[in-house]
């Protein structure tokens, strides 16, 4: 990987680029809602109607094309990562994680501590979470749903 900036890059013969934006493309948020939407679409729907426009957002582009996003919600002491999407042919190349550890530079210069949130059923954003050093320190409980994956 050749690093050319902060926010650029080259890797797997394309150059890679990360903007700050104020919309995230609604065709990379719908396939990111499409895919959490098979874990648990109840969290996921209130979520998506809660979400307002004072975030923080980034796009990375690949060649000028929109690959992913995040989407962070800035409070007084925490930048809280809700959302980080990367095009399903994009994924297992470090992409994920680049953009991740761009943020959290960019949180740092802030002067945040980033929290990151997921669902206790996405095995896949834990272990992202988890190999950027970022643990679980609450686990919030509540009554289960009618549709629970679980017995009543």
């Known amino acids: ?3 050319v900036s902060n926010n650029k890059f080259k890797d797997i013969d394309l150059s890679f680029e990360i903007k700050k934006v104020n919309l995230i493309p609604d ?9 959490l939407s098979k874990i648990d ?3 996921i729907n209130y979520y998506f109607k809660s979400n307002d426009n004072n975030s923080i957002k980034y796009v990375l582009y690949a ?3 929109e690959i992913g996003y ?3 919600k800035e409070d007084n002491s925490y930048w809280n990562l809700f959302e980080i999407y990367i095009d ?8 994920g994680t680049k953009l991740f550890l761009y943020i959290l530079k960019e949180c740092k ?3 945040k501590t980033i929290r990151t949130y997921t ?3 996405d095995r896949k954003a834990k272990n992202f979470y988890e190999s950027n050093r970022i643990t679980a320190r609450v686990l919030i409980m509540e009554e289960k749903r009618a549709n629970s994956r679980y017995r009543p």
Do not use: T
């Open 1 to 3: 990987m050749l690093i």
């Open 63 to 65: 060649e000028n094309h």
């Open 70 to 72: 995040s989407n962070i």
């Open 109 to 111: 210069k802030n002067k």
């Open 119 to 121: 669902l206790p059923s």
């Open 27 to 35: 065709y990379l948020q719908d396939k990111f809602k499409k895919e």
């Open 88 to 95: 399903q042919e994009f994924r297992e190349l470090g992409l």
């Open 41 to 43: 679409s109840d969290i």
